[in-house]
């Protein structure tokens, strides 16, 4: 009999819960309608969104004109970066070195035209230092960019320090929760964040659904352009099941976040037992969300250790899924100090609510197995 498969990426994206899909289904071909459209089917769609973004706005603290649906992460990152850059007419902006490629790449856009985009470096525990910071702001910045926790490593940052800091220096600061989302505990107004992004398929949400908060006031300029939804802010029909899925997703992780983190943690900590005595094995990035472990063996190279883990019907990753075509070094590890040879040495586990002790237990020994296997070859 075939085993089942051991899925350990939940960071990469996780499956829908049967609560969104049950409420998810109406939308797709009875209730059809475009949530924009002034007639009687138009309106219920637009019942359901904007029940959707009163929930959703409740669970992190904000008002539901605050909340604004996009694509996913990927946008809400893109439309963030650029959008308030160019509210801020051209003034530097500071991004962290370990954000994702979403960020990065916006980055560099803004590069080509004509912003100058500073880099903050992170100590070897894969956090942001205050003090760089710190140092780095002037009455030239615009606008500030570090994540809520990272993709790879799980590291959490300081976001209320930071938050602070960029309002005492009158600059504009945005993070990427898409990670930290799932697992903390998020209110906008207690963070005292500008802007914030997050995206629905990382907590058994559909894909291809997120969201940006623009707090009140925080002017940002249009990304995406085209008709009138979104309050004017966001060209494009509104994908109605996939807002009626994310809030309910939401929910549903809201109310289950602390029972959830601490099966993760158990699952993290039966793991890493079955490593015990293992020669050159170290974690890397302190210890941050309770569903991430980013290991990193001497010896090995992690494709190889991908694949023949695969083989045995254990999905892990090396890192972002997005950059999991690239032949580059994760940029997350090296800006953490380590070497390119290290960075290669290193997977990411991420551990789901639906894992069981039993799971990760079976997949740490297939792991250890390999490893020791690969380092004889
Ligand atoms: N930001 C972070 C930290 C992520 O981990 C991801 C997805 O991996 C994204 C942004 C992009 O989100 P999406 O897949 O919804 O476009």
């Known amino acids: 009999m075939q085993r089942k498969v051991i899925y350990l990426d939940h960071a990469a994206t996780t499956p829908l819960c049967k609560e969104a899909l049950d409420k998810m289904t109406p939308y797709f071909c009875d209730c059809f309608g475009n949530a924009d459209s002034p007639h009687g089917i138009g309106r219920k769609a637009m019942i359901a969104v904007d029940a959707a973004r009163d929930e959703i706005a409740a669970l992190i603290g904000a008002s539901p004109k605050e909340i604004y649906f996009t694509s996913g992460g990927t946008e809400a990152d893109n439309w963030a970066l650029v959008g308030g850059a160019l509210a801020q007419k051209g003034k530097r ?3 962290s070195a370990i954000e994702h490629h979403a960020v990065l790449a916006a980055a560099d856009k803004l590069r080509d035209m004509g912003v100058k985009v ?3 470096p992170v100590n070897d525990r894969g956090r ?3 003090s760089a910071l710190e140092e780095a702001l002037d009455a030239d910045v615009g606008l500030v ?4 926790a990272n993709n790879e490593t799980g590291v959490i940052q300081p976001i209320e320090e930071i938050a602070s800091l960029c309002k005492e220096r009158g600059c504009l600061f945005f993070t990427d929760a898409v990670q930290a989302m799932p697992y903390l505990n998020i209110d906008v107004k ?5 802007m914030l992004s997050f995206s629905a398929h990382k907590f058994y949400g559909p894909k291809g ?3 940006l908060y623009i707090k009140s006031g925080v002017k940002i300029e249009k990304f995406v352009c085209g008709g009138e939804q979104e309050r004017g802010m966001r060209g494009g029909t509104v994908n109605v099941p996939a807002v009626v899925g994310f ?3 939401l929910k549903k992780t809201v109310a289950e976040r602390a029972e959830r983190a601490t099966h993760l943690t158990k699952l993290r900590t039966a793991f890493l037992r079955q490593l015990e005595g293992l020669d050159g094995v170290s974690v890397n990035g302190e210890e941050g969300l309770p569903a991430v472990l980013n290991l990193r063996f001497e010896g090995v190279e992690n494709d190889t250790l991908l694949y023949a883990m695969d083989l045995e019907g254990i999905a892990m990753a090396a890192g972002s899924a997005c950059a999991s075509a690239s ?4 940029h997350v590890l090296t800006a953490m100090g380590l070497s390119e040879k290290q960075a290669r040495g290193s997977v990411r586990i991420s551990f789901g609510k639906d894992n069981t002790e039993e799971d990760v237990i079976f997949a740490a020994k297939a792991l250890r197995a390999q490893v020791e296997k690969q380092r004889k070859m």
């Open 190 to 194: 207690a963070l005292g964040v500008d």
């Open 209 to 211: 659904i997120g969201a």
């Open 118 to 120: 500073d880099v903050l």
């Open 93 to 95: 902006v500071i991004i």
């Open 327 to 330: 032949v580059k070094p994760s």
């Open 247 to 249: 809030a309910t997703a």
């Open 128 to 130: 942001v230092e205050l």
């Open 145 to 148: 960019c570090v994540m809520s």
